[in-house]
């Protein structure tokens, strides 16, 4: 069965580091992949945009194609977004489809801190995205699990619902939402950096704006 990758973050906004990286996730598992945005993101602070205004950025970034999706469930749920509370819901959804959480390589270095963290893996298998750019640390509890758990190659994350790790080498582009946000907020224009869509909608950009 074809596995389902899920694409969690906030999104705020969606760049083209995000878009490249899923896209080439979903060719590398041969898998659906959906983009989750998450209404209240655990560890970090306060949004800039509205879930409301993320989520409308993500539908404006992903018109035109079809490879890529948007699961919406954590909009319409209350508290923090815990992902283990997600992936629950899926796997009950799924049955016994692979699952992928897609995680760069800065989100994974901070699972161990993550709610019910051990559960996770229970649940689904983990695609670690290659970032460039940021100084990750892995901690020796997280080299522990990846000493067990890692595979080698991606096709192997179809023959089982959960429990591997697979680094996933990805095109290396040092994009972030934080970057965006600094040259937004400083008048600046940063037009191929973000996907088209974005500039179609005044809106879409307006919380961004000084
Ligand atoms: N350029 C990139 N390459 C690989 N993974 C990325 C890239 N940008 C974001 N990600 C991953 O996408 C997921 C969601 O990230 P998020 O929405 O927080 O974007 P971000 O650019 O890291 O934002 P911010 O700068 O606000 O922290 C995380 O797993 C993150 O590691
Ligand atoms: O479940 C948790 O405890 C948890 C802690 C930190 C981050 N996450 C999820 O990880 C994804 C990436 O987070 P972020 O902050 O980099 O956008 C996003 O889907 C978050 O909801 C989840």
């Known amino acids: 069965m074809k596995p389902l990758a899920i694409f969690g973050g906030t999104f705020d906004p969606v760049h ?32 800039c945009a509205s879930a409301e205004q993320r989520l409308a950025g993500l539908r404006a970034a992903l018109a035109g194609q079809s490879r890529l999706t948007i699961d919406d469930r954590e909009m319409r749920r209350e508290g ?38 051990r559960e996770l893996f229970r649940l689904t ?21 990846i000493t067990e758990r890692r595979v080698a190659n991606p096709v ?3 023959h089982c619902p959960a429990g591997a790790i697979v680094e996933l080498r990805v095109t290396a582009l040092e994009v972030s939402a934080t970057r965006i946000r600094e040259l937004l907020a400083s008048g600046r224009d940063p037009r191929y950096l973000l996907p088209a869509g974005l500039f179609a909608d005044p809106a879409l950009l307006q919380p961004y704006r000084r």
């Not at 995000?18 to 602070?45: F, I």
């Not at 997600?86 to 709610?115: C, K, N, S």
């Not at 298998?125 to 699990?145: A, K, Q, T």
């Open 125 to 145: 298998h983990i695609g670690v995205l290659s970032r460039p750019g940021l100084s990750v640390v892995r901690s020796e509890i997280l080299w522990r699990e």
């Open 156 to 158: 192997v994350l179809s």
């Open 16 to 47: 083209i580091g995000h878009l490249t990286v899923a896209w080439e996730a979903s060719e590398l598992l041969d898998a659906e992949v959906r983009l989750m945005p998450s209404r209240t993101p655990p560890h970090r602070a306060t949004p």
């Open 80 to 117: 923090p977004s815990y992902t283990v509370d997600t992936l629950r819901e899926l796997r009950a959804e799924q049955g016994d489809r692979p699952l992928v959480l897609l995680l760069g390589e800065d989100a994974f270095a901070g699972l161990p801190a993550w709610h019910e963290w």
